[in-house]
């Protein structure tokens, strides 16, 4: 209310300054003509009074001619007067007749403006100021005709309009004042009456107008309502109900997730193998779908000990040990690993998503591998199907043409793709030599789905520039060839609970073990940033934004210590060799300035970590800094959250993440400005238990409401819709065939 009291003041003041100018233009200028107009007529009736006197004494006697001269310029504003003969031959002149005003000059001027006419006049600046000429002819009694030339002066017009500026100022802010004052209280009294109908209105029998409002609040309110009914009686998104949604919805058994990156690594260690589970943000979140949903996984096999583990179809069952669903290795070579993963997918698709500053690289060879990879993977994924209809999910960036190999396979599949990274805008999707084929690859599913709204649009900003169909903005789809893709916005999330959760120690001991694991003060407060060493993570940034805080807030130095876990990423690709090499650097810089005894502000521990090992360092610290120059969602964040069943420690997090839509109540920051980073550190560090406690559980409230089981379950029953539409739109058309056929 206030703000748009204050935006419609300021509109008012600057409307009423504006016609204050204009008013101000208007009126000087249409008073100096008036008084120009004024001056004239005076010249000439002055003339005109002297005219007989004029008459007797022109060219005949020049003291008579002067005195009369002298007599008309008695009027205080008069500068002055002289008699020119129509040769141009001056005959008399006042004392005060301005030199620059020569007889032969004035009336050739007059000549050529006025030729016709007895009388002309004209302003002029002299270097005493401004001055009106008036010239008017006079015939002599006796001798030849001539003019008589009365100057007056005008710097009173210029002190008149000085005048009227100072009184349209104060009018203006006299009005100004009055209107404001008036509105305040018009808008004051209409905002009671208004607020009191709607009130009256809701609560019992609106007023006539009110009436369409109102129904429509109510049907909202009664929608929302039974939302509410509907999710309470299912208790939440939970792995049962999702697995219900699949079951209900599509009829589906199981469905199967292509996903570049497989769930579960298996290592050689010395004699034995291990289970490895990589950091990723796909497989935090598709796991537990998988174990809810049951199906088949088909995924890159990795693992220095996968072939070995497993069967014949090269599948193996997973999760270790509490077996629910399968995973399908796909093999690749060497060549086919560097071009479609290393080459096309993360030195082209990965920088081009983000913007992150570094230039993406594309190579014919490497899309050529890609496309190579895509068809592989999408012959597995139609391999492992058991129905002509099945449910595919596929995932992200490695696979944007698959959707299109799966549905040339297999037309009656639902494909629900989902694009884990940012989808920048049409213009630098452009750059990009294969963009056609990318977009109309992933126009094969029948949903797109992305993390935010934003992305929706760039995309269909995209598929609007450079593919054939036709864009129905309302439903936000694509149609091509009379099949619908949807293209949504599904922000994706974590389990909840988390099961890794159980084998974590509380936060208390998570804190005392991992100060003793790392040598620090038993009262040291620590922060901690989970990443995969990645530049578009922002870890030089984040470190940077350390050593501000050490430096600005020096009571920190000592006591507070960085640690940043960096699993190892994709290290085969120069770019990020060098930030390992730069990220290590500038964590021994800053090391080396604030270093004293056996303190050390920042801990850079760039290995795989197991998910059990991360959570403890979530709950053992005070804040997590997620500083991404530009994420698609990132989980960090929820997982940060998730872990935090103390309701206490505080969330920094990049205003560039998806997720910064999401948890509203984390210190939001621009990791770009140190300054404001190492204020929110320090803010962070200086926060009450209460405050943490208020920001946490309602971060909490969220992540457990809007949680990963919620996100496939929108997506399974948006592609249930769409699959009930299409089956319905299929029954019309062959019914109608069958009616043409017996008419025929
Ligand atoms: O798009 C995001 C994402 O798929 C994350 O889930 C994951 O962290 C990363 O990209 C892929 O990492 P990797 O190359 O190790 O599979």
């Known amino acids: 209310m206030m703000n748009r009291m204050v935006r419609f003041l300021s509109v008012l003041l600057v409307g009423l300054g504006l016609l204050a100018l204009v008013a101000y233009a208007v009126l000087s200028r249409t008073t100096r003509s008036w008084f120009e107009a004024d001056l004239t007529l005076r010249s000439r009736l002055a003339v005109a009074s002297a ?123 006299v009005l100004s004042l009055g209107a404001a004052v008036v509105t305040l209280l018009a808008a004051r009294v209409a905002w009671r009456g208004w607020t009191l109908d709607l009130r009256r209105a809701l609560t019992g029998a609106p007023s006539r107008e009110l009436q369409p409002l109102v129904r429509d609040v109510r049907a909202l309110a009664e929608r929302l309502a039974q939302e509410r009914r509907t999710e309470a009686q299912a208790g939440g998104w939970s792995p049962q109900r999702l697995r219900s949604t699949l079951t209900e919805h599509l009829q589906g058994e199981r469905i199967v997730i292509l996903a570049n990156r497989e ?33 088949v996984w088909v995924g890159h096999g990795s693992g220095s000990a996968d072939r070995a583990t497993v069967d014949a179809s090269d599948r193996v069952r997973v999760p270790p040990g509490e077996e629910s669903y399968l995973l399908r290795r796909v093999w690749l070579s060497e060549e086919e690993e560097r071009g479609y993963y290393y080459g096309f997918s993360n030195e082209g698709l990965w920088p081009l998503c983000h913007v992150a500053h570094t230039r993406p690289i594309f190579r014919s060879e490497d899309f050529e591998h890609y496309v190579g990879v895509n068809r592989k993977f999408a012959e597995a994924v139609c391999a492992e199907v058991d129905v002509d209809d099945p449910i595919v999910l596929v995932q992200d960036y490695h696979f944007a043409l698959a959707p299109k190999m799966i549905r040339a396979k297999l037309p009656r599949a639902t494909i629900i793709t989902f694009w884990h990274t940012p989808w920048p805008n049409a213009e630098r999707i452009g750059i990009c030599p294969w963009r056609e084929e990318l977009i109309s690859g992933l126009l094969g599913s029948s949903v797109v789905g992305f993390h935010t709204q934003q992305h929706c649009n760039n995309f269909i900003d995209s598929v609007d520039a450079f593919v054939e169909s036709r864009i129905d903005r309302e439903a936000n789809a694509v149609v091509q060839r009379a099949r619908r893709t949807l293209v949504r916005p599904y922000p994706i999330s974590i389990e909840w609970p988390v099961h890794w959760l159980s084998q974590v120690p509380t936060a208390a001991d998570a804190r005392t073990q991992v100060r003793q694991e790392l040598g620090l003060a038993p009262d040291a407060l620590i922060g901690v940033g989970i990443d995969r060493l990645d530049y578009t993570k922002g870890i030089e940034e984040r470190l940077s934004a350390v050593d501000q805080l050490l430096e600005r807030y020096p009571e920190y130095r000592g006591k507070f210590t960085f640690v940043q876990l960096a699993a190892p990423s994709r290290t085969k690709i120069a770019n990020y060799q060098s930030l390992n090499e730069r990220v290590e650097a500038l964590a021994a810089s800053i090391n080396g300035k604030w270093a004293s005894g056996s303190y ?90 209460e405050e943490q406690r208020d920001r946490m559980r309602s971060m909490r409230r969220f992540v457990s409401e809007f949680n990963v089981y919620r996100w496939a379950g929108r997506m399974l029953v948006d592609a249930a819709e769409l699959r009930r539409k299409e089956r319905l739109s299929g029954r019309w058309s062959s019914g109608a065939l069958g009616l043409r056929t017996v008419s025929a």
Not at 52 to 68: G, I, V
Not at 627 to 635: C, E, F, I, T, V
Not at 647 to 670: C, K, P, W
Request: glycine content about 6%.
């Open 51 to 173: 005219r007989e006197s004029l008459a007797a004494h022109w060219d005949t006697n020049q003291t008579k001619l002067s005195q009369t001269l002298a007599d008309i310029t008695r009027d205080e504003r008069i500068m002055g007067a002289a008699a020119c003969k129509a040769t141009g031959e001056l005959l008399a002149s006042t004392d005060g007749f301005p030199g620059e005003f020569d007889c032969r000059k004035v009336l050739d001027l007059m000549r050529r403006d006025a030729p016709d006419s007895s009388a002309w006049s004209t302003t002029a600046e002299l270097s005493s100021g401004p001055v009106h000429l008036s010239v008017t002819q006079v015939e002599g009694a006796v001798g030849s005709p001539g003019v008589v030339m009365l100057v007056h002066d005008l710097s009173f017009l210029g002190r008149r309009v000085a005048t009227t500026r100072r009184f349209l100022v104060v009018a203006f802010f």
């Open 263 to 295: 769930p579960y690594i298996h290592e050689k260690a010395g004699d034995g193998v291990r289970v490895l589970h990589p950091a990723s943000g796909l497989v935090t979140a598709l796991e537990p779908v998988m174990r809810a949903c049951s199906g």
């Open 600 to 689: 050390q502000p920042i801990a850079l521990l760039r290995s795989h970590h197991e998910p059990v090992t991360v959570f403890k360092y979530y709950r053992a610290a005070n804040l997590c800094y997620v500083s991404s120059l530009h994420d698609g969602m990132n989980l960090v964040a929820k997982e940060f959250v998730a872990a935090r069943d103390d309701e206490q420690g505080v969330l920094l997090l990049s205003q560039f993440t998806g997720a910064a839509r999401d948890l509203t109540e984390a210190l939001i920051v621009n990791p770009y400005d140190f300054r404001q980073a190492s204020d929110a550190l320090a803010t962070a560090l200086k926060m009450s238990g």
